[in-house]
């Protein structure tokens, strides 16, 4: 399993962005993927979720500026990320698990998202 984030970048507050995971090496639609970030000296968060029938949960903090979809045509899953502020400013990694599991155990390398105030 190999899941590949992009879409990172640098940003002013206030702005969008949309990062990518693609997947490969599995049954996409057999599985729920995430999305979670880590700051600098932070622990690492979750930020969003979406599994397989597409129900979604979000960190309270980003509830009404992200929205995770998926695309199981592309084995891809979007995070759009709209109003952005500086404190969203991580690392952003995303992460896959077979539904009906627990836990996360296939990630992706991170993309570093930078919000300038």
């Known amino acids: 399993v190999q899941l590949q984030a992009s879409g990172g970048g640098l940003v002013q507050a206030g702005g969008s962005l949309t990062l990518s995971c693609a997947a490969s090496?599995?049954?996409?639609?057999?599985?729920?993927v995430g999305w979670f970030r880590q700051a600098p000296g932070k622990e690492r968060e979750f930020v969003a979720h979406?599994?397989?029938?597409?129900?979604?949960n979000y960190l309270d903090s980003v509830k009404g500026r992200f929205t995770i979809s998926r695309d199981n045509a592309k084995n891809t899953v979007y995070l759009q990320m709209n109003s952005l502020k500086p404190e969203d400013t991580a690392v952003y990694y995303c992460?896959?698990?077979?539904?009906?599991?627990?836990?996360?155990?296939?990630w992706g390398q991170g993309t570093q998202v930078t919000v300038s105030s």
């Open positions: 992460a896959a698990r077979l539904i009906s599991t627990s836990g996360y155990p296939y």
């Open positions: 090496g599995l049954t996409f639609v057999n599985y729920a």
């Open positions: 979406i599994n397989q029938s597409a129900t979604t």
